[in-house]
């Protein structure tokens, strides 16, 4: 008894400290200011383990080895609180219960001041009272409200609280994440579980079920008309984690006070939304390890209710605090969530890495050739440094746009050769936060399914899957129709579309969820539809485009052209990776080592991720002036105009990717330029022309010197090409040129 009165007190104690009680008071004067009244008080206990461990060791232990009887000691605080507080408050509340008959004609029953939230119904249950054992109702008042009167009756008040209608959740946090609070896998679920007790869990979502009804709360009344049941709100039945759902409703119940049978009342119902979700465990899921790329793992289910409910999306990470409630045997443990915890916030290094910082301290005094020196050395184990430079720096800028926020940067490689192509997008997608490899039996965006038990769930597509990363497509040539179809729907959109099966339609609304990730692709412009006998090459290419259609190039974001119409450049790239190829095959034991260490870069991308970068009005006047004179001037009354109305956001990301990859936190008018060229690159490789006389490099000279391609000569190449963008920008928008 004095173990019980002292955690009452700690109990007591920690609601102080943390607000609780400040809760409870804002909760009770919002419910008197509604009409009707409602019947259920909604007080969540939000317990910091680490701040009741200050308070009582016993109490933090309490509410991890044994959270219903934690539970249990908050709600029968916060009823005697609530009851204190609303005695203060009696003149300001008026009564708006509609519910309630006239006023009975036997007199209200003396009842335990502290009712079970859940009383035991079976008889085999033995030694658990209906009722529990609470403490002093005097000397808690004393405790909680000094000008509390505790010889005041309460129980002759109509608008009285009764312990059933409080609804007092726990919201458990500040859990260390060490190994031993952690659900890490299947085999961390107790088999032989007793009580509930609480975890850890982290993983990411790879299913999730519609959203289902289930009974918060509900009310009953005595069908005897004259008895107190049908007054006191004595027969109330809230829904408690740890519990049975069906434990909510009553089945075949007698009225505690005159033993008469309860009806439902139909008003007085109220319903909550849940939903399960099939996650893999964090450390399963992490694709930094090469080991885990092609292993196997069990997936664990998750109950969410209620708000945790809000943004629930496959393929996004999600941490949890868990109770794990006991099932019969050998069925595992439920896991049921009690807090889902809000993402971290991005925590990159302070300090560059060694090899970085010597590279940024060496490139300082140019604004281009940091970024242009990074895709020059990236991937050099694939292709040799300078092959696929356009496409290595696609990838690069990509890299720097991944969030889970909003949607990365598309990247669509058109070429021959997409076995070098596809070997550069899964190296590059080493470094995105997540990647995820498209595979022809996947589907792209989602599909609904129904299990055997009737519920229907919304498996997550690789678009889905890549949340906050890269999505590598692979092979878009080899895709159907329709698959194209829905990819290029969601990257236009913005949108992921689930597609539901015939069958499922008529019982499953639309489901769509935000894409998060950057898709990745390349493409074989021979590889398309059977050509007919009046099909031609490319005027200016020289190759069959097959269906590489408009829409395509224009809804991906950056579209690098791999090939020229002479081909010269490809053949000088081409005896460079043939050597390369040949040296590392006959020297097997001295593999070629990256130029970029992977563990700096992947620091590097994260800290350039991390900076958010503000446009300058250079910059601005840059992009807007060349999106308007190429609008004008590449007009077409038959396709429409070359350059499509999402180019200008296409322009925006390009060049504020291209600022955090340089680490400025302002988006210049060196960055603008950068967006303006490698446009004009993909305009000149699809129309033939450039309005700029710029000329496609897909691939850098192999017989020219470093100051060439990197240093200063670059510089005063991309500064003569600034100089002909004004120019350009002020001869075909100078009658708007204030309105840029």
Known sequence: MEMEKALYASVTRYLHQSGGMDRLRSALVARAALSPVPKILKVPVFVNLMEAREVDECLAEMVMTDPLQAQQLFHNVLHVAALSTMSTLRPCITSGDDHCP???????????????????????KAGKDEEIESVDFDLSLQCLSPEGSPGSSLADETETLTAAQIYAPLRVSGIPWVKEWMVSSVRDLPLHLKEPILGLLAGRILAVSLPQSYTVWARYVCSNPGCAGTLKDIHVRVFSVGHGEADTVYHDRLCRVCGFSLEEDPSSRELGEKVQVVLVPAECSSLTKPQAEYAR??????????????GVEPGQGLEATVMMVPRAFPALPTLEALVVHPPRPLRPHFTLPSFFRHLVEDRKSSPWSLVVTLAYMFASTVTPAGTFHTFKLALLLSLASCSSSKAGLAVLGVGSNTTLLLRLLRYGGRYAPCKVDHSPLDSVCGVCVKDPDGEVWVQGGSLLMAHGGACVLGDFSTFRKDVRQSVCRALECGVVHVQSPSHLRHKTPPVKYPLRAAAWACYDPAHGRRRTSTEHDDTFLHVPLGDLTKSITDIFGLVIYCETPDGECEREAEEVITLQTLLDSTNPEELTQPLLPPDQLRQFLCIARSLDVEFS??????????????????????????VPITAIDTL??????HARLALRKTVESWDAVVAVMLSEEALAAHSGYSLLQVKPTPHLPTHCDLHSILGRKNDERMLHFQRQLEDYILTHTGDISSDL
């Open 102 to 124: 006239p006023a009975p004609t036997t007199a209200l029953p003396i009842l335990n001041d502290h009712v079970s939230l859940y009383p035991q119904e079976e008889k085999d």
């Open 297 to 310: 793992f069990q997936t664990l289910t998750l109950v969410l209710r209620d708000e945790m409910l809000q």
């Open 617 to 642: 009005p250079e910059a601005e006047k840059l992009i807007r002036g060349y999106y308007v004179a190429t609008r004008r001037l590449r007009g077409d009354c038959v396709q429409g105009a070359s």
């Open 652 to 657: 925006a990301k390009v060049a504020s990717c």
